[in-house]
């Protein structure tokens, strides 16, 4: 039987208080690419971090083509020829492409410490080449699309000439082109012989890319299996240890009066003439290709940015807001699509982060109320079952779906009037997505007004009562989630369709 190149036997990883990993294995043969799947904190993350020299493992062994060894660092690892690829891009913002790509393996001129930007360019061009993509060495790296930005780090991992790359969510904010394009380079690397560990909670991606799959739940290994010969209900079943019956929830909707109502806004170069409106207990679902401008109309909405014309009323009265706080002032809430970046304090508590918008009325004579701002943030957590052992756990030692969970939770405590959700469930696993699901469907159901973007057709489908469609910042097609099919949302999105009217 073939040598795996990387193999993981009995590994268990123990955290003050919390197992975290308990006798898992692993392995990932050359040329083939492997799935990682389970439930947000099923160990995913922990795993990876234990094949990548970040963790050691409290217990177990781990091979490296049939030879043990023991990864003190990232850079030993590095050097075995293992290479990391996580979901939100580990650049280098403000530097070049090139000088991304080289970053940790410098090219110097000859023997003297010296930098040779001409070398390390043209390296860089060398390789952008082999992988396909057709990006400027010299461009700075904050310039670049998300889609791009992965490439960099492909290229960087090249340079190693890794073995083994880890993918962790590659393309959760892709556009289906930008799918392709990756899923062309995850088959040249397969042909070369190196290994991909594969991430991903979409089963469409893992059945059309990888070859082989093992399943954790709770910190446990489940299973393991060939993709083609195992069924996408068997995979859920052994992901959460129960059938899914049902992805989205049944609604009983009844909209009531308007709450927002957005008429011809426009944002030069952006987005333009943009007008819906949307009903209390209403979810009004926006789709579009990445980059169509659904992100850029929330951010005009709730005040991020400005607009150039148009008008928004909100509640009957026509506003203008300048800041999100202002706006959650009047009963908005925006929920972002980046939960690290914009959505939570990574190094702040569960307890801190649901309770930030809330301090004014949690203070007491100048000081917070400790044992009220543990309560609320406790109700809240349990409500949107955060898995933590306590509230004061930092968010950053969480998963991505309970960081998520977090980020709703935090403002779902400022008892919104109209709740605005963009990509609400990138990146977390069905059951997660589904408990989302449950809880947004739950609140709309109360009166609650829900504007939800997402660039999965299947979600907007499922849980909207109407589907506003972008095309190049224009509406192209307002639909009745019930009544229409994904085809012609697909062709409204790619500006090839009728304008749908509801």
């Known amino acids: 039987m073939e040598t795996p190149l990387l193999e993981l036997k009995d590994v ?77 891009a580990a650049v280098f913002p403000d530097l070049s492409v090139a000088e991304n790509v ?58 190693h000439r890794a073995r083994i790359v880890i993918m962790d969510e590659p393309t959760s904010s892709l556009s289906a082109r930008e799918v392709e394009d990756l899923f ?46 195992t069924s996408r209900e068997e995979i859920i079943r052994m992901m959460i240890g129960r059938k899914m019956e049902q992805y989205y929830p049944e609604r009983d909707s009844r909209p009531g009066e308007v709450v927002l109502e957005v008429r011809n806004l426009s944002r030069e170069g952006v987005f333009r003439d943009v007008s819906f409106e949307v009903r209390r207990g209403e979810i009004l679902g926006f789709f579009g290709l990445v980059g169509s401008g659904r992100t850029e109309v929330m951010r005009c909405i709730v005040g991020v940015d400005a607009w150039d014309s148009g008008e928004v009323c909100f509640e009957g009265k026509t506003v ?4 999100p706080r202002e706006a959650m002032r009047h009963g908005i809430v925006y929920v972002p699509e980046d939960r690290q970046l914009q959505g939570c304090i990574l190094n702040m508590s569960i307890c801190e982060n649901i309770t930030l918008p809330l301090l004014t009325a949690l203070h007491k004579r100048g000081w917070i109320d400790q044992v009220r701002e543990r309560r609320f943030a406790e109700e809240y957590a349990k409500r949107l079952e955060v898995k933590a052992p306590h509230v004061h756990v930092w968010v950053n030692a969480l998963s991505g779906g309970n960081q998520q969970k977090v980020v709703l ?94």
């Open 102 to 159: 080289f970053m940790s393996s410098p090219v110097y001129a000859g023997r003297v410490p010296l930098l040779s930007w001409k070398e390390m360019h043209r390296r860089a061009a060398a390789i952008l080449e082999e992988l396909g993509v057709p990006l400027d060495t010299r461009a700075v790296v904050k310039d670049l699309s998300t889609a791009e930005r992965q490439l960099v780090e492909i290229a960087k991992a090249l340079t």
């Open 12 to 88: 268990s990883m123990m955290y003050p208080g919390t197992l975290a990993l308990d006798g898992v294995s692993f392995r990932i043969r050359q040329g083939e690419v492997h799935a990682l799947i389970g439930e947000n904190g099923a160990g995913k993350s922990t795993l990876v971090k234990i094949m990548s020299g970040v963790l050691t493992p409290t217990k177990g062994r781990i091979f490296l083509e049939g030879e043990e060894v023991a990864f003190g660092s990232p850079l030993d690892a590095q050097r075995a020829g293992i290479a990391v690829i996580h979901q939100e």
């Open 409 to 502: 939770a935090k403002w779902l405590a400022a008892q919104p009037s109209l709740l605005i959700l963009d990509e609400p469930t990138r990146g977390i696993d069905i059951a997660t997505k589904a408990a989302v699901h449950a809880l947004v469907a739950d609140l709309a159901a109360q009166g609650l007004a829900v504007l939800l973007v997402s660039s999965e057709l299947p979600e907007v489908l499922g849980m909207a009562d109407r589907v506003v469609v972008f095309h190049e910042g224009k509406v192209t097609g307002v639909f009745d989630a019930r009544a229409c099919t994904s085809e012609e949302i697909m062709r409204a999105a790619l500006g090839h369709g009728e304008r749908g009217v509801v």
């Open 320 to 323: 203008r807001f300048r800041s």
């Open 184 to 229: 062309r380079i995850i088959r040249d690397l397969k042909a070369s012989g190196t290994g991909v560990v594969f991430i991903s909670h979409k089963f469409e991606e893992i059945e059309e890319i990888a070859d082989h799959f093992t399943v954790l739940r709770d910190g446990q290994y489940v299973g393991e299996g060939q993709v083609r010969e």
